[in-house]
C-alpha cells in the first residue's frame, strides 16, 4: 500500500473503524481465542480489535488490500481460501458475504478451514422498505469507495449488486451445511441503524449439555 493511501486512511478512517468494530466485537469476544480467520478484513480493524483485546492471533484475507495494520494478510482469489481444513479456531466475516455472487461457496471455505466455530455478523432485512434501504445505502457507500480507488486512496471491488438474507435464509443457509446454531441474536451499533443487524455464532459440533 502507498504512503499516500495510508496516511489518508489513517487520517480519516482509522479512528471511527476502531470504534465501531470494537462494538461489534463486543458482541461475540468470548468466543475469540486462538488462530482466528477474519475473512473479507477489509482495512483490518476488526482484526486490530481483537489484536489488542483478546489472546487470539488474526489473519485477514480479502479480495482487495486495504488492511492498514499488523496482522498477517492474504489476498487471495475469492473463490479457494488458501488455508488446510480445520486450521482455525474461530472464523468471523463482519458484514461480507451480503456482497458475494457465490455465497454459498465462499461459507463452504469459511466453514471448512474452521475446527468448529463460525461468527457472522450481517445485516438482516426484515421487510420491503428495510430490504430497500440496504441497497441504497450500498450502493452509496460502494459508490464512493470507488471514486477513493479512482483517486488511488483505496482497493475496492464491486459489481454493485447484494445478497442481501432475511434471518430465515442465513438459518437455512447454516441447516443445509450441517452446522448447529450456538447463538442468533439482533446487534444495535446505534441510532443510525435503519436495518437490524445480526450476529450469528454457529458450530460443526453440538452445544456441549450444560
Ligand atoms: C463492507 S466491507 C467489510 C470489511 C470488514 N469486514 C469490516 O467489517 O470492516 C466488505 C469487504 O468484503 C470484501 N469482499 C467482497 N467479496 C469478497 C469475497 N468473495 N471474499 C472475501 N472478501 C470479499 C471486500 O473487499 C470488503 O473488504
Same mark, same amino acid.
Given at each position: 500500500m502507498s504512503a499516500k493511501k495510508h496516511n489518508w486512511f489513517e487520517k480519516r478512517v482509522m479512528p471511527g473503524q476502531l470504534d465501531y468494530s470494537g462494538k461489534i466485537l463486543a458482541s461475540f469476544k468470548?468466543?475469540?481465542?486462538?488462530r482466528v480467520l477474519d475473512f473479507?478484513?477489509? +482495512?483490518?480493524a476488526m482484526m486490530e480489535c481483537m489484536r489488542t483485546q483478546t489472546p487470539a492471533a488474526p489473519v485477514g484475507v480479502d479480495i482487495a488490500h486495504n488492511n492498514l495494520w499488523s496482522s498477517p494478510f492474504v489476498r487471495f482469489d475469492g473463490e479457494r481460501l488458501p488455508f488446510q481444513d480445520g486450521s482455525f479456531d474461530l472464523v468471523t466475516e463482519i458484514? +461480507?458475504?451480503?456482497?458475494?455472487?457465490?455465497l454459498e461457496k465462499n461459507f463452504a471455505e469459511m466453514v471448512r478451514v474452521a475446527k468448529n466455530e463460525l461468527v457472522l455478523v450481517e445485516d438482516v432485512w426484515t421487510n420491503k422498505q428495510n430490504r430497500w434501504w440496504l441497497h441504497r445505502n450500498h450502493v452509496i457507500f460502494d459508490a464512493f469507495m470507488v471514486l477513493l480507488t479512482w483517486l488511488g486512496l483505496a482497493e475496492w471491488k464491486t459489481n454493485f449488486k447484494y445478497y442481501f438474507r432475511d434471518r430465515d435464509q442465513w438459518l437455512e443457509l447454516f441447516r443445509r451445511h450441517g452446522l448447529h446454531v450456538l447463538e442468533d441474536r439482533e446487534l444495535h451499533l446505534g441510532p443510525g441503524d435503519i436495518v437490524l443487524h445480526r450476529v450469528f455464532v454457529v458450530a460443526k459440533s453440538p452445544p456441549a449439555a450444560a
Open positions: 468470548d468466543r475469540v481465542r486462538g473479507g478484513c477489509g +482495512v483490518g458484514f +461480507v458475504l451480503h456482497h458475494s455472487p457465490i
